[in-house]
């Protein structure tokens, strides 16, 4: 059940220009976050911008006793809310609603799990490669960025044990292409066993690459979509996204409730109109 | 304090209800928000079959507003009497359905149904959603197919029934009075405005369906205007909106002439606003010293010199 | 790189322009813009004799927007004519006049006026003006009234005839018809829109006037809808105006058909923003390959599914 | 000429929960500032508030060598825009166009000048004093607010040679009631000679009420207006204020041009229709 917590600003780590991750003061919410889930964040307190702004949940903050007390996200400024969020110092407070939307399933006991990050689409990762620790499965994370400089917290998680692949476009760290192209070679080089079980979030280009890859090699794949959003609760059904139906049609569910997270399977990629 | 209002044969509790397509079936909120502490829960427009919708993106922000094509995506009426009415009965929600239809006969369909239904409270006849062709605003915008449509409907339903209104035309005032004498127990208004917003990098809209209907605050001095010369030229009730975002805007729209407001748009940035702009009413009345909200209805003194 | 644009016979230096009454006569900023710079300046709306205007208060700020009810204070065509033209000519200025009048006659002897004297360029025939009775809008809402003003003004000048429409009406294109038939070289929108804001607490209006015209970014996505429609109905060239406070705004009116645009409640913001809007035109232009600002006016590409 | 200036807050000092002194770096406006003059800051950088806010000049600033750097305001917090002035911290920047309107006048010389101030009215007297200081007449300020607690910046004035005359309406500090009160009296004990030059800014009951006292004995008296203003250069005609015409009726001025500082005979004060 999302709360609605007026959030103090922890801190503000600048990873960039662009990109920065910032913390939130929010127990209500931290308490309650699932791998995968999102919130809901208010960027400005009078019309503009308006409607709130969607962020995974980056890093599930706790304090000392190791109790949640808040979560950071990871912005990439792009437009004028995320440009606020950018700008917070410490001590503001920004209206955050959340955790929203449905979270990632774990893979089934003796399953890898290799996840799929572009971009921003790092977020969800954080806490779902925690999560994982706790089942003691192997995890990889195919991570790609446009560039060497943006890739970010890649410290962040080899040391809790992720074994990072990384790419880059321009070939300035790690393989050079998408992070496709490392993920089709592992895919393709593996064994059979055990199982993998696959994750991505990125742009939607790379998330339907992935759940091409899923489909050829037969393995499970969620995929965390980032549609646009007005609301976040089911009440605007703007978040739409094309997903298939028992009876072999298809139907736009609403991203916000039946997602953010899918099953790969389900989604039909071409329902954009551009 | 007394804060409840008469919508016809409807008494609601509250003056403040959620807009239609801002809300969804008003299930989705059941966990967040106690729903019969609204006014009433106005869900999203019904046809007589299931539509799709159209493909996103479905939304853009505009300054100080948004635009949305959602294109009425919805279960249709059957479905909804099955799978949501129990559940906002069970809540103790006040259920007004909004209705749509192609044809006045599929308007008369839908409202034969609602009205067979156990739980709806009144009936929302859309006839000024901008964003599809069929969404009524060929019946808007034509005060001759107002009244057909809306007399229509009046003869298949005994439920209090609320023509919703476009401020999409030249006399808005001129589409209550045709309702109104065609039978309506009230009007509502404003539906969205019709608008546009172009990517210039791409020169294509930002919309997929090319255009979209503007609410928000932006909308709201025109919407507040609507209502006012509304108020003045019906006897019937006026449910306003457009924009409201605090108790001060619900009051706007009281002291110009509405009975009752809903509240769309700023659902989406805060959906507990209920609450609030319920206990922002109860403050100024208490101010105010004013001991039932209806006291307050098109109070609006307007100066002496005024052009109309 | 080629910025200017054609409105009939006249010849701009860019399609960006002054917004009526956003911009006194002009004369008031000469001091701190260079106005031969701009399309045109297009000053004030003046009717055959002075006019004291709407007492204060006479604006109010609204989400985005903000409303006014000026009451088109002026001094009369022939003080104008005497007072402000001939410094506007020495500054180099291209001069458009907006012109008002509570009669046929009125509206024919202003234009007469204006017509024989020297250095106005266009006279853009204010029928929309939302905020006196006599402010032209009784002629801007019906389309025969538009017809008979239009031809009666176009029968009595030879300068570029801009009629000024209204977004208060439920088809503005056909109003762009009408003008067009009339014998219009080109048609300018919006004009306000009729909105109104309450101090709820004293429950009066915050405009002495009552009611007044909702303008700037908050309106724009309604603006550029109506551009396209009337693009699409007419071959004269149109003026886009609404909200405009960016390169980007301004190309979203071109591409949507305007062939030119004006800017008013944003020049209240910055009065330096005639020059920023031009360079970010020629950075978009550079960055696209368009040579002429022309070849963009109409390009908006619509998706095939979409309704109008 | 004005000019807008991307100014930087230099300081803010905070006077009470809604008052504070703000100052701003804008050489070129500095330097052209006379008494009575105001600036139009935009109070956000995008849509909301739209409007830029009008401001009397407080104090110019001049840096170490006496040359004028900025200026600052006397702000108190009525509304959006000047909250968001008010929480201004120093190295944020706000647009400011200035400086604007008709300055006071100076008195003959060899006549004493009384300044009356009601609240933020106080504002135009600290660069008005300096500049009448140069002419050696006597200065003296009588300065009203509603409460002890809300008499700011008296310390301002005393020490550059103002003889200040307090009231408050509920009698907390200087003289019980409106400042209108002591004025008169000092108006009636006066002997007629050296003559007296008034000016006032304050509300506006406070202006109508100077200007009768000024009609009475004869006095010139300006009073320095608050309209609401869109534009501040005279292309809105927003701000206008009803003035006597020679030929004996009445006219709307654009205070933001022909004022804010008129000549108290020629207001109409009856012009607003509530
Ligand atoms: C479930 C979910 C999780 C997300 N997680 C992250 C994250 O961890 N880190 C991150 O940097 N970004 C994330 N995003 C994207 C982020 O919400 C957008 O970048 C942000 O809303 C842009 O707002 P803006 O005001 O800066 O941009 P705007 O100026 O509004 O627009 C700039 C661009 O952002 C897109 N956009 C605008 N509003 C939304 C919206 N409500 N939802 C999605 N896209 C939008 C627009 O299509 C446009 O292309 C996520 C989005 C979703 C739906
Ligand atoms: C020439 C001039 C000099 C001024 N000097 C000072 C000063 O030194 N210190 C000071 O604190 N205030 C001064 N003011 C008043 C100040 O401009 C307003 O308090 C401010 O604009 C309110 O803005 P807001 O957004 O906080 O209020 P809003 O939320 O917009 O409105 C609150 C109240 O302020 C009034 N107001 C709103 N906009 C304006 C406007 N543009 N002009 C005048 N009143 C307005 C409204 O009528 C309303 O009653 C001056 C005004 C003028 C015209
Ligand atoms: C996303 C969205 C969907 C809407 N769907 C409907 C609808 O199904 N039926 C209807 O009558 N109005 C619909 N509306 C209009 C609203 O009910 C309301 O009239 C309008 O948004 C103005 O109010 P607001 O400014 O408070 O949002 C919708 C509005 C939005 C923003
Ligand atoms: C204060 C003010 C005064 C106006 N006066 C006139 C006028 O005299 N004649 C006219 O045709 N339009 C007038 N307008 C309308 C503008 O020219 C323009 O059509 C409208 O404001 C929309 O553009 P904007 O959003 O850029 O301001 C006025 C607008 C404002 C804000
Ligand atoms: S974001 Fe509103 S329904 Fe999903
Ligand atoms: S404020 Fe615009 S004319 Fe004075």
Redesign the interface.
């Known amino acids: 059940?999302?709360v609605?917590v007026d959030a103090e600003v922890l801190f503000s780590t600048r990873l960039s220009d662009d990109y920065a991750v910032i913390g939130f003061r929010a127990p209500a919410i931290a308490g309650a976050i699932r791998p995968g889930q999102f919130v809901m964040i208010?960027t400005a307190r009078?019309?503009?911008?308006?409607?709130?702004r969607p962020y995974s949940v980056f890093d599930r903050l706790r304090d000392a006793d190791g109790r949640p007390v808040g979560f950071s996200i990871f912005n990439k400024r792009v437009g004028?809310g995320s440009r606020l969020l950018s700008e917070a110092t410490p001590g503001a407070t920004f209206?955050c609603?959340g955790p929203l939307g449905r979270p990632f399933t774990l893979p089934r006991a003796g399953s890898e799990a290799w996840m799929v990050a572009g971009g921003t689409g790092l977020a969800p990762f954080a806490t779902l490669s925690e999560e994982l620790a706790a089942e003691g499965a192997r995890r990889r994370l195919f991570y790609g960025a446009r560039t060497g400089a943006e890739l970010f917290c890649v410290d962040r998680f080899e040391p809790i044990g992720v074994d990072m692949v990384l790419a880059t476009e321009d070939g300035t760290r790690g393989e050079t292409g998408r992070v496709t192209v490392p993920l089709a070679r592992e895919l393709a080089a593996r064994s059979g066993a055990p199982p993998v079980a696959l994750y991505a979030c990125g742009p939607e280009a790379m998330l339907q690459a992935v759940a091409a890859l899923a489909a050829r090699y037969g393995l499970t794949c969620e995929v965390a979509t980032e549609?646009?959003m007005?609301?976040g609760?089911?009440?605007?059904?703007?978040?739409?996204?094309?997903v298939r139906t028992p009876a072999g049609g298809t139907?736009?569910a609403r991203s916000c409730?039946e997602g953010p997270v899918f099953s790969a399977a389900d989604i039909v990629w071409d329902?954009?109109?551009? | 304090m007394d804060l409840s209002v008469r919508i016809g044969s409807l008494r609601l509790k509250t003056p403040i209800m959620s807009a239609s397509g801002c809300f969804g079936y008003g299930v989705e909120y059941a966990d967040v928000v106690d729903l019969s502490t609204l006014g009433a829960v106005v869900v999203k427009g019904l046809f007589l079959k299931e539509r799709a919708g159209h493909p996103p993106p479905r939304i853009v922000e505009t300054p100080a507003g948004m635009l949305n094509a959602i294109g009425l995506q919805g279960i249709g009426v059957h479905r909804f009497v099955r799978e949501k009415l129990p559940e906002l009965r069970a809540k103790g929600a006040t259920v007004i359905v909004n209705i749509c239809g192609t044809t006045i006969d599929e308007y008369v369909e839908v409202a034969r149904v609602l009205s067979e239904a156990e739980g709806v409270a009144a009936i929302e006849l859309n006839i000024s959603c901008p964003n599809i062709k069929e969404g009524g605003i060929t019946f808007g915008c034509h005060l001759g197919n107002t009244h057909d449509v809306v007399s229509a409907v009046r003869r298949a339903t005994p439920l209090p029934l609320i023509p919703k209104l476009t401020p999409n035309v030249t006399d808005v005032a001129s589409f209550a009075q045709a309702a109104e004498e065609a039978g309506a127990d009230a009007v509502s208004l404003v539906n969205t405005f019709l608008a546009m917003a172009i990517d210039v990098e791409t020169r294509r809209p930002r919309l997929s369906n090319g255009m979209g209907g503007l609410s928000g605050p932006a909308i709201r001095p025109i919407a507040v205007r609507m209502v006012y010369e509304c108020a003045r030229r019906v006897r019937i009730p006026i449910i306003g909106m457009g924009g409201i975002t605090s108790a001060a805007d619900v009051l706007e729209f009281l002291i110009a002439g509405a009975t009752a407001v809903q509240v769309g748009t700023a659902t989406f940035v805060d959906p507990f606003i209920f609450g609030k702009l319920e206990s922002g009413l109860r403050d100024y009345m208490s101010r105010h010293a004013i001991e039932r909200v209806a006291e307050l209805v098109g109070t609006l003194e307007m100066p002496g010199g005024t052009r109309r």
Not at chain 1, 46 to 52: A, I, K, M, S, Y
Not at chain 1, 271 to 274: A, E, L, M, S
């Open positions: 059940m999302p609605d208010r009078g019309d503009v911008p308006l409607l709130r004028t209206s609603l549609r646009r007005g609301c609760m089911g009440g605007c059904y703007s978040c739409v996204i094309a139907r736009f409730l329902d954009v109109d551009r």
